[in-house]
């Protein structure tokens, strides 16, 4: 065996609590190395009278690795730990000292959990977790009220520009939430309402105002209310790392300078404040010189933000709130910011925006939740040609998974689209086809799905502006049929919570082509998605002892033969089965 590639550390993907009885634990060895793994705990006071072999299950793996977990139910809520790893007649211990050929004593040098507090638990709202979300663009999905209508509106449906307003407000979407009950989504993301002088609202000038082109507060708490008798909850978008240059501190700051009481809520590199040659002597987002960047650490700033985060939820019963740029600010804000929520409505949902690895703010203590993007650019580089094999996609797919606890993974925020990316269907070339595997996928994935608004009725649209279109409400320009199809998986997801909380795991990924099978598994229910991506006919089989399969979406008996599920699927086709256990 390759000692090289034997792998476990006690931080937190490798080991952690899954809840307040069950410890997860984690080992990476090389790829078709090791035949068996076994996790070997017991308790370090008493080693001899309370120890356990717990055999490992190969739970992903990829193009180097694979990837063992066992779960522990400590008796004691606490236990030392190691690992046996065999291959054939080779067998190996690991433990935190190092690799042995013989066991190590027990347990001096092995790994240890001292204690499982429930305190430290990651522990998202559950309501969140068995929600399907979709985000809407206030500006662009409909005008319900033409009272409130900017200057210079554009007429509904012109293509937009980076500049453009189309009325879009509050009244408009009270106005629309059947189609919302209709198509099944229980959770609204609303980019920002706040009074800016842009059509996206992030860059804030206000943040205790309503936009008067969108409505005021009190028609946010009717839609609140609303939604909340529909059984929908409402989710803010906040943006704390950066203000408009329009915020009155920064202006006071512009005015004031060095004499300002505000200019040290600001990153500034010198006076007089200014924008010179087309660069800033401040610290903004990104480039933007009327997008002056916030000093979190100044205990003004935190206190300032903080209250604007429990005050929409005092005022408007708003049920959590999405961060923006959330990376960019440092960790100590966000664990206040945490406290802070947490304390007003423990179920309030947090979602950062984190393009990369969200790892370092969902320990419990700051997210709840990140937006999955590495996730929506593997599905979306996949499904959009035919040519790649799935033995890669899967490679990328077990990565991402087992960057995280599997609670994490079962609260991540996955989308196919939203305002900053090409929408799906432009992605994927307008295929449908290809799309609906995709919602497929998104659909049965460990995480809570995100639909922007208008894929499902077959939007398309490139890079930003051309993604921000107005909401199509035509029914002779809707995709209707693709309506129902989001209507079905959606339905179909809220049905069993399997898909929901249930183990994922790759059963098959073809090393030459697009044809994979994968399974969600939990106590109660098995299910295993079949995928054909490719351009022929396919006939996958895989081993099942059960013969008791289902079709999920027509409930027709699937037969078994010889122990063994077999399939054909035709280009670009699928099919979910499902069983009882």
């Known amino acids: 065996m390759f000692k090289e590639c034997l792998h476990h550390s006690s931080d937190l993907k490798w080991a952690y609590a899954y809840d307040r009885d069950t410890f997860h634990l984690r080992l990476r060895t090389k790829r078709n190395d090791v035949e068996e793994a076994v996790a070997v705990t017991g308790d370090k006071y008493d080693w001899d009278q309370h120890h356990h072999d717990v055999p490992m299950e190969k739970i992903a793996a990829d193009s180097l690795f694979d990837y063992w977990e066992a779960a522990v139910k400590p008796e004691f809520r606490r236990f030392s730990y190691g690992f046996r790893v065999r291959s054939g007649e080779e067998t190996l211990w690991l433990i935190e000292n190092g690799i042995f050929e013989e066991q190590p004593a027990p347990a001096g040098g092995y790994f240890e959990i001292p204690f499982i507090h429930s305190v430290d638990l990651f522990d998202a709202p559950e309501w969140a977790k068995e929600a399907v979300f979709y985000q809407i663009m206030p500006d662009r999905f409909a005008n319900g009220d033409t009272a409130n209508d900017p200057d210079h509106v554009q007429p509904w449906g012109e293509a937009p520009s980076g500049e453009s307003h189309f009325g879009g407000d509050l009244q408009g979407i009270m106005d629309n939430l059947k189609h919302l009950t209709d198509l099944g989504v229980t959770a609204i993301y609303l980019t920002p309402l706040f009074t800016a002088p842009s059509n996206h609202k992030y860059d804030t000038v206000d943040y205790m105002q309503i936009d008067p082109q969108f409505g005021n507060a009190e028609q946010l708490k009717k839609l609140v209310s609303a939604c909340h008798d529909l059984n929908i909850r409402v989710v803010l978008d906040a943006v704390f790392n950066h203000t408009s240059e329009q915020f009155p501190p920064f202006q006071d700051v512009l005015a004031n300078g060095e004499n300002s009481k505000y200019k040290d809520w600001f990153h500034l590199n010198g006076f007089p404040v200014e924008v010179k040659d087309g660069a800033a ?85 700051q997210f709840d939740s990140s937006m999955n993007y590495p996730f929506t650019q593997h599905i979306l580089d996949f499904f959009a040609s035919s040519e790649g094999k799935a033995s890669d996609f899967a490679d990328q797919i077990n990565r991402l998974l087992m960057r995280y606890p599997q609670q994490t993974n079962e609260a991540m925020f996955n989308l196919l689209s939203s305002h900053d990316t090409p929408r799906a269907s432009t992605r994927l070339n307008g295929d449908k086809q290809r799309l609906k595997q995709a919602v497929v996928f998104m659909m049965t994935s460990m995480g809570i799905p995100c639909i922007y608004y208008g894929d499902e009725v077959g939007m398309d649209g490139g890079d930003d502006p051309d993604c921000r279109k107005c909401m199509e409400w035509d029914a002779d320009k809707q995709d209707r049929e693709l309506f129902d199809f989001y209507q079905l998986l959606i339905a179909l997801r809220k049905q069993h919570t399997v898909l929901r909380d249930g183990r994922f795991r790759f059963l098959y990924a073809d090393n030459e ?11 109660k229910q098995h299910f295993t998605i079949w995928i054909n991506h490719t351009e022929e006919t396919v006939k996958l089989a895989h081993p099942m002892q059960a013969d008791d399969w289902k079709d999920a979406l027509s ?27």
């Open 555 to 581: 409930n027709e008996e699937v037969t078994t033969f010889e122990e063994q599920l077999q399939l054909e699927l035709g280009p670009h086709d699928f099919r979910i089965l499902y069983r009882n256990i």
């Open 513 to 523: 082509r697009g044809a994979f099978i994968y399974e969600r598994l939990n106590a």
């Open 281 to 365: 002597n401040y610290a903004t987002f990104g480039f933007y010189g009327n997008m002056p960047k916030l000093n979190t650490e100044n205990s003004e700033v935190k206190q300032f933000l903080l209250d604007v985060a429990v005050h929409w939820i005092k005022e408007a019963d708003i049920d959590g709130w999405r961060l923006d740029v959330a990376n960019e600010i440092d960790h100590a804000f966000w664990r206040d910011f945490r406290h802070a929520v947490k304390a007003e409505k423990p179920d309030a949902f947090i979602i950062g925006e984190v393009w990369s690895n969200s790892l370092n703010w969902l320990h419990g203590d």
